[in-house]
């Protein structure tokens, strides 16, 4: 009989119980007061648009559109013959996109009195402008009113699915894990940290590279982990699974927006540290928190559990030169560090489908991070009858 992690109430663990995938969700947002879901009005304008919509529906095209972002970057330039213009970076909840706004139209005026961090709609023509990537011309701006903006912070209503169906699955799986002591760890760290982790960017720059690409990342990965764990089951599925979990929950201190803002601030914790030293320190923080005497009959030893833990997160960039203190050991941490690294190169090739110019016809330009010009892929077999059935 394993033991119950009801002792754990007392260090402000709450047992979750759940039966289906709908009941984790709702219990995990239960504990997780900002992981309720905000209803927003904002995606049933058909004229509204995100970056990443913008960027997938304008190629070939020219369309007339809203969007709405916060101002990320704004800067007063001149071009080679000496004409000023402003160049002002909008970031929404998924994308950035550069707008440049020459001293003969009404944008100019415009941005001398927008700040920098001020949330905006900007309105005009977008278009995919050969190797330059999405473009707009003829646009103008306006500062969002206050609701406008919290609206903004909620998200539309698909990013609010894709984050509730991310967190569902994360409880779901958190609950099926039998090892009590790492079931209690997971559950903690929902609880305490919940609104870091649904804000938190997964990078800065070639993945995930957004406010909630944390949670997106790690959803994935925790649901290829346990595919993983299936046709593996020589894996320890509730370490492995820990793991995905944790690997790098040290970027909630080092890369994580405010509650009101997309912007990916660096902080001196994580400029001196780094996501992988945070990471074992925040996992070693919460182990102290967790009833362990209860637990000290129970094999494998909460100590070889734990230290097995922080080898998966120490480990889990899998060479030194990708900044790991120390190489894969175990099968677990090998499992935990081609379960990344499949995520992260499969979401570059999704983005550069949408953001890199095509070079020739199905080859799109070379992603740095790839090390590849990306091919555009092979289309899934359909057969004459599956087109018969959905046309019917």
């Excluded at 913008?54 to 013959?81: H, P, Y």
């Excluded at 209503?157 to 039998?178: H, I, N, P, T, Y």
Aim: contains cysteine; proline residues 6%; glycine residues 8%.
């Amino acid at each position: 009989m394993r033991p119950s992690l009801s002792a754990c109430r007392s260090n402000r663990i709450t047992l979750l119980k759940p039966n289906t995938k709908q009941q984790a969700c709702s219990v995990v947002r239960a504990t997780v007061p900002c992981l309720r879901r905000i209803e927003s009005t904002s995606m049933n304008d058909p004229g509204r648009k995100t970056i990443g919509q913008l960027r997938e529906e304008c190629r070939g095209i020219s369309l007339a559109a809203r969007l709405r972002g916060q101002v990320d970057e704004l800067t007063k330039k001149e071009s080679s013959n000496g004409k000023p213009y402003w160049e002002m970076k909008v970031r929404d909840a998924g994308d950035v996109l550069t707008f440049r706004a020459w001293s003969d139209t009404d944008a100019f005026a415009a941005c001398q009195s927008l700040a920098r961090g001020e949330c905006v709609e900007v309105e005009g023509e977008f278009a995919v402008n050969g190797g330059f990537g999405l473009d707009a011309r003829r646009w103008k701006v306006r500062v969002l009113n206050p609701q406008e903006t919290a609206e903004l912070f909620a998200g539309g209503e698909e990013e609010a699915a894709a984050g509730e169906k991310d967190f569902a699955d994360v409880g779901e799986l958190v609950q099926s894990m039998r090892d009590p002591r790492l079931r209690g760890l997971c559950e903690l760290f929902l609880q305490e940290f919940g609104p870091r982790f649904q804000r938190a960017s997964a990078a800065r720059h070639n993945h995930h590279a957004h406010r909630g690409g944390l949670l997106r990342h790690t959803g994935q990965m925790m649901r290829s982990a346990s595919a993983v764990c299936s046709a593996y089951p020589v894996l320890n599925r509730d370490l492995l699974l820990t793991g995905v979990l944790f690997h790098d929950c040290g970027k909630l201190w080092e890369m994580c927006p405010p509650e009101a803002g997309f912007e990916i601030p660096r902080e001196l914790r994580g400029e001196l540290l780094g996501h992988i030293s945070i990471g074992i320190e925040a996992v070693n923080a919460l182990w102290r928190r967790l009833p362990l005497e209860s637990w000290r009959g129970i094999e494998p030893t909460s100590e070889d559990v734990r230290l097995h833990l922080l080898h998966l997160i120490a480990s889990h960039h899998g060479e030194l030169q990708y900044g790991s203190p120390v190489e894969p050991k175990t099968p677990e941490a090998v499992a935990l560090n081609m379960v990344d690294n499949l995520d992260a190169k499969l979401e570059m090739f999704a983005m550069a489908y949408t953001r890199q110019p095509e070079i020739a016809p199905g080859i799109h330009e070379r992603v740095k991070a790839l090390n590849t010009s990306p091919v555009k892929p092979l289309p899934c077999f359909s057969s004459p009858d599956d087109t018969a059935s959905s046309a019917d």
